[in-house]
């Protein structure tokens, strides 16, 4: 089991990034889908989830109205869609797979290597 993160990169605030998750070795539709960021001398903390069916999301308050997570299951790929980003955004970026969509980092069943978001001028 691999999670796969990618489009991470150096953007200016305000800009927009789209981060894509994708898996190897196996499904990504029969699981919930979160993105969880680290920056650098912080904890891990939750981004965005959304449900196997992506019937339900959930958002971190910092990042409400200026992220959205979506699916598509025929590609078996999640992403992360970045707007208005902000320099306290920068963070490394981590997928993970649960069986059930959870906020919870110890919940998560699997993570991917992450992928670096850096906001800055």
């Known amino acids: 089991v691999q999670l796969v993160e990618s489009g991470g990169g150096l953007v200016q605030p305000e800009g927009s990034l789209r981060l894509c998750c994708s898996a190897s070795g196996f499904t990504l539709n029969y699981y919930a889908i979160g993105w969880f960021r680290q920056a650098p001398g912080k904890e891990r903390e939750f981004v965005a989830a959304i449900s196997w069916s992506g019937g339900s999301t959930d958002y971190a308050d910092s990042v409400k109205g200026r992220f959205l997570i979506s699916r598509d299951n025929a590609k078996n790929t999640v992403y992360l869609r970045m707007n208005s980003l902000k320099p306290e955004d920068t963070a490394v970026y981590y997928c993970?797979?649960?069986?059930?969509?959870?906020?919870?980092?110890?919940?998560?069943?699997?993570w991917g290597k992450g992928t670096l978001v850096t906001v800055s001028s």
């Open positions: 993970a797979a649960s069986p059930l969509l959870t906020k919870i980092a110890q919940n998560v069943g699997y």
